[in-house]
C-alpha cells in the first residue's frame, strides 16, 4: 500500500495497543504492524501504564473498558507525565466515557466496530498532527519553510536570494544568539578564515529591508560582537 501525500511515515513509530480483548489486540496488531508500525501490546491497565513507562511509544491505542485499572486511569497517569497522542478504542453506549477521556487529555476517539483501514488512518492523522512542527521555524509575524525555502511575513511572501534565505536561516535557528561574523561567514558562505566580514554587513542590510517592520522581529547589530535575532513582544 502506497502511502499518501503528507502522510506520517510509520517506520520506527512505535505504537502502544491496550486491549484486553485478544482477538481486537492481534488485529490491531497485525494491520499496523502490515503499515509498518513497531506495536508494543497490554492487556490490561497496570501493565500499560509499565510499558509506557519503559517504552515511551509515539502514541497508545487505549481501550476504556480494561482490567486493573480502566483506560481513563491509564490516560491520566500517562497525561499526568507527557504528552503522548492518546487514540480511545471505545464501546457503543460509552458516550459518558469518551466525553471523560477527552477531557482527560486524549486526543481522538474510535467507537467499536471499527474498521482496521480507518484506524490505520486515524493512527497516522494523528501523529501528523501532533508532530513536532520543526520544517517550518517562527518569530514574529515570520514564518520560514526550510524544506521549501519560503519565507512569509504576515502570509506574504517574501523575496530572499539563496544567501539572504540562509543567514536568516542560520539567525533563526539560533534566535536570541549573538552570532559573530566569522560565524555567519563560516556557516552562510562555507569560509574557513578569509571571509570579508563586510559583506555580512551588506546583507544583513538587505535582510532588514526586505523584512520590514512588519515582520515583528529586529536583527540587532550588536558592537564589537555581531548580530542577534530578536523577535518583538506582541
Ligand atoms: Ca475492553
Known amino acids: 500500500m502506497t502511502e499518501p501525500k503528507n502522510a ?3 517506520a520506527g513509530r512505535v505504537v502502544l495497543v ?3 480483548e485478544a482477538a481486537i489486540r492481534d488485529l490491531i496488531a497485525f494491520h499496523l504492524s502490515r503499515e509498518g508500525f513497531t506495536v508494543l501490546e497490554a492487556e490490561d491497565g ?3 501504564v509499565a510499558t509506557w513507562q519503559r517504552e515511551r ?3 497508545v491505542l487505549l481501550d476504556l473498558m480494561l482490567p486493573e485499572m480502566d483506560g481513563l486511569a491509564v490516560c491520566r497517569a500517562i497525561r499526568r507525565q507527557a504528552m503522548t497522542p492518546i487514540l480511545m478504542l471505545t464501546a457503543k453506549g460509552e458516550e459518558a466515557d469518551r466525553v471523560s477521556g477527552l477531557d482527560l487529555g486524549a486526543d481522538d476517539y474510535m467507537v467499536k466496530p471499527f474498521s482496521p ?3 490505520v488512518a486515524r493512527v497516522r492523522a494523528l501523529l501528523r498532527r501532533t508532530a513536532p512542527d520543526d520544517e517550518l521555524l517562527r ?3 515570520l514564518v520560514m519553510d526550510r524544506p521549501a525555502q519560503r519565507v512569509t511575513v504576515s502570509g506574504q511572501a517574501v523575496t530572499l536570494t539563496l544567501t539572504e534565505f540562509s543567514l536568516l536561516r542560520c539567525l533563526l535557528e539560533h534566535p536570541g544568539r549573538v552570532l559573530s561574523r ?3 561567514l563560516q556557516e552562510v558562505w562555507g569560509y574557513d578564515f578569509f571571509g570579508d566580514s563586510r559583506t555580512v554587513d551588506v546583507h544583513i542590510h538587505h535582510l532588514r529591508e526586505k523584512l520590514g517592520d512588519g515582520a515583528a522581529l529586529v536583527i540587532e547589530t550588536v558592537r564589537g560582537a555581531g548580530y542577534r535575532l530578536v523577535g518583538e513582544e506582541p
Request: net charge negative; proline share 10%; aromatic share 4%.
Open 182 to 184: 566569522r560565524f555567519l
Open 46 to 48: 497496570l501493565s500499560a
Open 18 to 20: 491496550v486491549e484486553d
Open 8 to 10: 506520517a511515515p510509520a
Open 139 to 141: 518569530m514574529g509575524q
Open 57 to 59: 511509544p509515539d502514541l
Open 117 to 119: 483501514r480507518e484506524l
